[in-house]
């Protein structure tokens, strides 16, 4: 059921974060026309990369979490031999 949750979240992420962009697209060509639209859209891509890119890290984590859980298994643990420090 995790699993499911985190692959939703990521999907759900990537469209939130095409949403901050095209609405503060769309609200600064509301307010300001052409101009506007440009700086709300490197605004929205600021706020999107922050808050959408955070979370994006998170789940990007929970991923490579998974793949060492699943990978413990094949871990061989190897001997430590004796070490002998160099005399001087």
């Known amino acids: 059921m995790n ?3 985190a692959d939703t979240l990521n999907v759900l992420n990537a469209f939130a974060a095409i949403v901050i962009i ?3 697209v769309l609200a600064g060509l509301n307010s300001a026309g052409a101009s506007g639209a440009l700086l709300a859209g490197i605004l929205g891509v600021v706020l999107a990369g922050m808050f959408c890119g955070t979370i994006s890290l998170l789940v990007l984590i929970e991923k490579h979490l998974r793949k060492i859980a699943q990978n413990e298994e094949s871990i061989v643990k ?3 031999h ?3 420090e ?3």
């Open 3 to 5: 699993r499911f949750l």
């Open 22 to 24: 095209f609405g503060s």
């Open 78 to 80: 190897t001997p430590v």
């Open 82 to 84: 004796d070490r002998k």
């Open 86 to 88: 160099p005399s001087l």
